[in-house]
């Protein structure tokens, strides 16, 4: 009987042990942002790029050589990472690993660029590594985005672009230079999450030059970096780039 | 009995020859890393299969400047890598011992660790350092020897034996064991001592002209340099990656082409540094330009379009970027301000 006793007494201790674990305190997840690129829902991976395969909304047929981007002060719910360099062509960056997650409730976002908060001139070694600053002329800083390819022109003719993406300068007056903060948020929503799960953030680049603004290439094409408002023309458009994806749970 | 003793005896002989191996311990190397890296830059490739060693860089020093590792012993890796001239040889293409040219400029050396792809030479047809040491050695255009004939000469060498030992604590000497302590001294040749660098650190400053040449080199409605060149923020002044820069309408190299097989890359080298420019002239993979005045009109009005040209070329259509003659002159005042006479006559680097 006494050793009856004991085994209940024991059973009851395993018991709440349990209890605490699974339900107080459950285990942490792993949370995968997975970034994917579209044309218009067409999927566009690196063996997409060099070939006008693309059109735009202005009817400017396309080719990709380079798209590299950082997003930035990425939240999924306590947990932050200050940036992380997407980088298409070399198909670097496309996921990005949140370990130790606590369960439940979450809210992911994350910043296009850098806010003028964090767009600290110089302070990334990751990104001064790979070249990614701006011109301490314009600011100084990062890029957000540097998009570089290829259009056919007016007259057919094979043409440069380069839609990079900064802090909008304006340099009227030089000696007083005029900032806009032209970063924005990516707001994924509330997220409850049990399990290990992998989050798609799909970024559709024909809307950059689509929505709202139809982007003609003929007009701008090159050294947007110094342009103010084709600076402000592209935070507009990127508003419209970036949507949830699939979410799987692992 | 006598099986014994011979069973005794073997296993304090070889018990001796381990003791002998295991008694080397070579002495971890303190790279000297200038500030500007430091701050800047993540850190060096170190592979930690290759860890600096003094007596590994030493040894990789002497390998660096012997003939031995050649054919015939007429030259070393410092006949076309010489260290007073950037470890360049001011010649377009080098000759190897039999007198037969190569096609490609050769490349300086130096601030190799930072190379964080690792793809080395023009067409980034090597990965990692080791493996690009390899090459030169075997080609027959270059050093045009046999790596087994090497290997037999430095095992046979009244000194190298016992430099490997130190340096690997192993008697083996094969051309893994070489490439690595070559590999070993090319990662401690490091420049990052010009008067630009003094400049960033408050030592120094720039003149007028100079600083008008930076600000063209980091203007996107000018030279636009920076995009694949760094800035004062990437101290390396590359960014080590491969581009067609419009130096041709058709190929005659394919650069990185030939080694991924993607005519998207063909035509595209590697942009070299542009630290040292005074001392590696000429320029460009094959190189065609003799001037630094050359290279300045080739951007400003001499592109060649082609179907692999960069977009960064964004003006080839109208010949390049069209520079007045003040600010080319300008420019090439800046780009002399990474010049570092330190590095060139760092004793460290001499043989």
């Known amino acids: 009987m006494r050793k009856i006793t004991l085994l209940l007494i024991l059973l009851i201790f395993i018991s709440c042990k349990d209890e605490v674990d699974c339900c107080v305190n459950p285990a942490p997840v792993n949370i995968t942002l997975k970034f994917t690129h579209n044309w218009n829902g067409v999927p566009v991976t690196s063996s997409d790029f060099n070939d006008f395969k693309f059109t735009t909304e202005n009817g400017e047929s396309v080719s990709l050589v380079k798209l590299r981007y950082v997003v930035s002060d990425i939240n999924i719910g306590n947990k932050n990472k200050s940036h992380h360099l997407i980088n298409i062509g070399e198909e670097s960056g496309l996921e990005l690993n949140f370990n130790e997650v606590d369960q439940g409730s979450n809210i992911l976002k994350f910043t296009f660029g850098f806010a003028d908060a964090n767009n600290i001139d110089g302070a990334y070694q990751d990104l001064n590594s790979v070249s990614f600053n701006v011109p301490g002329m314009l600011g100084g800083g990062y890029h957000y985005m540097q998009f570089d390819g290829k259009y056919k022109d007016n007259n057919n003719d094979d043409a440069n672009f380069n839609y990079h993406a900064i802090r909008a300068v304006d340099k009227s007056d030089p000696n007083n230079l005029v900032f806009k903060d032209t970063s924005f948020d990516f707001d994924m929503g509330t997220f409850n999450f049990q399990n290990d799960t992998i989050v798609e953030v799909k970024m559709n680049i024909a809307e950059w030059f689509k929505n709202p603004n139809t982007w003609d290439l003929n007009i701008l094409n090159t050294v947007l970096m110094p342009n103010f408002e084709a600076q402000k023309l592209m935070q507009e458009n990127g508003k419209t780039v970036f949507s949830l994806g699939d979410i799987t749970n692992n | ?351």
């Not at chain 2, 820069?245 to 063909?266: H, Q």
């Not at chain 2, 009109?297 to 960069?310: K, P, V």
């Open chain 2, 1 to 351: 009995m006598k099986q014994f003793w011979i069973y005794i005896s073997s296993f304090f002989i070889l018990m001796n020859c381990s003791s002998k191996e295991e008694a080397y311990e070579p002495v971890p190397y303190n790279l000297k890393i200038p500030e500007l890296f430091s701050d800047k830059l993540i850190a060096p490739i170190l592979p930690a299969n290759n860890p600096l060693t003094e007596e590994g860089v030493a040894l990789g020093k002497k390998l660096f400047f012997d003939k031995i590792l050649s054919g015939n012993g007429t030259q070393s890796c410092a006949t076309c890598h010489n260290p007073r001239k950037a470890f360049t040889d001011n010649l377009q293409f080098s000759s190897g011992i039999d007198g037969i040219k190569g096609s490609r400029n050769a490349m300086p050396l130096f601030n190799l660790a930072w190379n964080f792809d690792e793809k080395f030479t023009w067409n980034g047809q090597d990965f990692t350092i080791e493996n690009q040491a390899l090459e030169p050695v075997s080609n027959p255009v270059e050093l045009h020897a046999v790596w087994k004939n090497v290997t037999e000469r430095i095992k046979n060498h009244p000194e190298y034996p016992e430099l490997f030992l130190q340096a690997f604590g192993t008697s083996k000497i094969d051309s893994t064991q070489i490439t690595k302590a070559l590999a070993q001294f090319e990662r401690t040749i490091i420049s990052g001592d010009s008067k630009f660098d003094k400049f960033l650190l408050g030592k120094t400053n720039l003149t007028q002209e100079e600083q008008n040449g930076f600000n063209i080199f980091m203007d996107e409605a000018k030279g636009d340099c920076f995009h694949c060149h760094g800035s004062d923020n990437n101290p390396l002044w590359t960014d080590n990656q491969f581009h067609n820069n419009g130096l041709d309408a058709t190929f005659s190299d394919l650069g990185l082409g030939t080694v991924t097989g993607d005519p998207a890359d063909n035509g595209k080298f590697k942009s070299p540094s542009i630290r040292n420019l005074k001392f590696t002239a000429p320029y460009m993979h094959d190189g065609r330009f003799a001037t630094l005045e050359e290279v300045i009109n080739h951007y400003s009005e001499g592109l060649q379009a082609s179907s692999t040209i960069d977009p960064l070329m964004k003006k080839v259509n109208q010949g390049g970027v069209g520079l007045s003659d003040k600010d080319k002159a300008d420019l090439k005042s800046f780009l002399l301000t990474l010049s570092d006479d330190e590095f060139i006559n760092n004793t460290d680097f001499q043989e």
